[in-house]
């Protein structure tokens, strides 16, 4: 077996003395010097070596290795080898070169150790120690994390312009991949372990959830993989590419003729959207209004007051956004036709005949409206002359209606049984 000579190994000291005292050595040239020689190699003594043709990180089923001796060996058997994180599957070989197969169990370090002392040289002599050999075995590769997530304020939802990017780390270093985002190549960046697929949405993108795929996914020792197309946490991001509609959209009043409003009277404004959307902004009549409902159905409410302007009652629905962003244009205009009249002026009553200290004959009335009304009366209320026998005062009233009731000019005979003698006012 390998030995280390007496004489060699004394010429090797007395060298490294000779340099210590004579002024070779300082702490400069330490590393330097000792940087020349393995020194666990020389004094381990090993009296074999093992190696391999394989790379150090392999996908190899079959790890072949090749043990030499410096001298003819014999009665090396595979009880004799012991391995981590594998097997001892077949050994062949005599004299000074063996080959020893083994299988791993598991992705891993492999170390494969020969016993010393495990065979004998031509002298009988018990076999030295044989230097350790380990290797990596890497049979699989996979993707440990995927997810995917937009740069909209919400991650979950993009729209057009957005970056839609996926996520993805490796259990291991992998060469670069290829990845597709709804069908278009994306751009790769990060590595080795983590890795980025990133995408800006277009008008040409089909709504709906993102899809993306992952491709060419291997690793150093050559292993490859499926395509990946989904993320390990649930995450998911779905494009919309289209501003919400309304639809319908209608306005009425709390007043007993919907159409119409006064002061005090609640406008209200209806409307849907086609899909949820964060809370729009509602004027009516040019003021704020009360926003109520949603994500879909949406009310918008308005007190009148005696200083808002008369005429059709105008409104503004704005800011009206879905949850990934479209904007839509301002609404104004109802979809059902619906509109809301503001009238804050009571009817004027004038032109009335018989005129104020006349003597009547008959039951005839003048008088002129200045709008139409929903209601009204005429009545006449003792103020003098002779008593009226209907009461103190005499009230007698008669109610308008129909075309009576229309704005302009009227003069309408009255059904009514005055006193006569009796003054009364009219109203």
């Not at 899809?211 to 494009?239: E, H, K, Y």
């Not at 609404?331 to 804050?344: E, K, Y």
Request: aromatic share 6%; proline share 5%.
């Amino acid at each position: 077996m390998k030995k280390l000579h007496v004489a060699a190994l004394a010429i090797l000291l007395s060298f490294l003395s000779a340099c210590m005292s004579g002024g070779m050595y300082n702490n400069a040239k330490k590393q330097s010097l000792f940087g020349l020689f393995n020194l666990s190699d020389l004094f381990n003594n090993y009296a074999g070596s093992m190696q391999s043709a394989l790379p150090p990180v392999t996908n190899a089923p079959v790890i072949t290795i090749t043990l030499t001796f410096d001298e003819t060996v014999t009665g090396i058997a595979i009880a004799d080898i012991n391995v981590t994180n594998g097997t001892v599957t077949n050994l062949t070989g005599t004299g000074t070169t063996y080959t020893i197969e083994v299988t791993p169990l598991a992705n891993g370090t492999v170390v494969v150790e020969v016993v010393t002392g495990a065979g004998l040289d031509p002298q009988g002599n018990p076999t030295g120690p044989v230097k350790p050999f380990s290797i990596v075995s890497d049979t699989s590769v996979d993707l440990t994390t995927v997810s995917i997530a937009s740069n909209n304020a919400d991650p979950t939802r993009a729209r057009t312009g957005n970056r839609v990017t996926v996520s993805f780390t490796a259990g291991e270093d992998i060469l670069a991949p290829t990845a597709t985002i709804n069908g278009i190549a994306a751009a790769i960046a990060g590595g080795p372990v983590n890795w980025t697929a990133s995408y800006v949405m277009t008008d040409s993108d089909v709504e709906g959830d993102v899809t993306f795929a992952i491709s060419g996914i291997q690793d150093l020792a050559g292993n490859t993989r499926a395509d990946v197309s989904a993320t390990t946490d649930s995450s998911a991001v779905a494009f919309d590419r289209t501003a919400p509609g309304l639809t319908p959209v209608s306005i009425a009043s709390t007043n007993a003729d919907p159409t119409l409003a006064r002061a005090n009277d609640t406008i209200t404004l209806l409307f849907t959207s086609l899909e949820n959307i964060t809370a729009p902004s509602v004027s009516i009549m040019g003021q704020g209004a009360t926003i109520g409902g949603g994500p879909t159905d949406w009310t918008a409410t308005y007190v009148a007051t005696g200083s808002d302007d008369e005429g059709t009652v105008a409104f503004a629905i704005s800011g009206i956004r879905d949850l990934a962003g479209n904007a839509a244009a301002d609404m104004n205009a109802t979809t059902d036709g619906t509109s809301v009249t503001f009238d804050r002026t009571a009817p004027g009553f004038s032109g009335i005949a018989p005129a104020s200290n006349s003597v009547a004959s008959d039951y005839n009335v003048a008088y002129t409206l200045s709008e139409a009304c929903a209601s009204g009366s005429i009545v006449w209320t003792e103020t003098g002359g002779v008593d009226d026998p209907a009461g103190t005062p005499a009230l007698h009233s008669s109610a308008l209606s129909g075309t009576d009731l229309s704005i302009g000019a009227h003069n309408i005979t009255l059904g009514l049984s005055l006193n006569n003698g009796s003054i009364y006012g009219v109203e």
